[in-house]
């Protein structure tokens, strides 16, 4: 079950699925990696979470251009000369469907519309570039001795992993 299926049958078994108003409101708080941005004005929707251009390049780095959502190289089209589930004008301002842009990108996210808080996971085309530069990404745990090692130590050397898990 897709995550925007299940806060849309939460949203209409608590009564609150209703057709957005897109009036602007105070107040919400998104999660991406390791910021926490507080939005001062999001749309008022249930089920997705709509901020300004210049919010959406705060969450995930994404800059609204002429073609579209864009990160670095990366581009989610998107038609900014009439409103979409993505995009929409209203009194003059735009706004950009972040939720909707995370489903177009595959990117897993969380919402308690309740605490208005939404939490969203790694952009998957984002990571693959540690599959296209052959590289890991750096981790650190100890060793039998309880020295922190970190994986970065061994820049430039071969390096075996094993893992294993009981489970």
Not at 16 to 22: C, E, N, Q
Not at 87 to 113: I, M, Y
Not at 133 to 150: I, K, Q, T, Y
Request: net charge negative; proline share 7%.
């Amino acid at each position: 079950m897709k995550m925007t299926t299940f806060i849309l049958a939460a949203a209409a078994s608590l009564g609150a699925l209703s057709v957005p108003t897109f009036a602007a409101q105070p107040g919400a708080t998104a999660l991406y990696r390791e910021r926490t941005v507080i939005l001062d004005a999001v749309l008022e929707d249930p089920t997705d979470l709509w901020v300004s251009p210049a919010d959406l390049t705060r969450i995930n780095d994404f800059v609204l251009k002429p073609e579209g959502a864009c990160l670095d190289d990366l581009c989610v089209p998107i038609r900014q000369d009439e409103d979409s589930a993505i995009f929409v004008h209203r009194e003059s301002q735009a706004w950009v469907n972040v939720t909707e842009l995370a489903d177009r990108l595959e990117q897993a996210w969380v919402a308690d519309p309740e605490t208005r808080v939404w939490s969203f996971g790694l952009v998957p085309p984002a990571r693959t570039t540690f599959f296209q530069d052959a590289l890991a990404p750096d981790f650190s745990l100890p060793d039998r001795e309880g020295n922190l090692v970190r994986l970065s130590d061994f820049r430039g050397k071969k390096v075996m992993l094993l893992t294993w898990a009981s489970w």
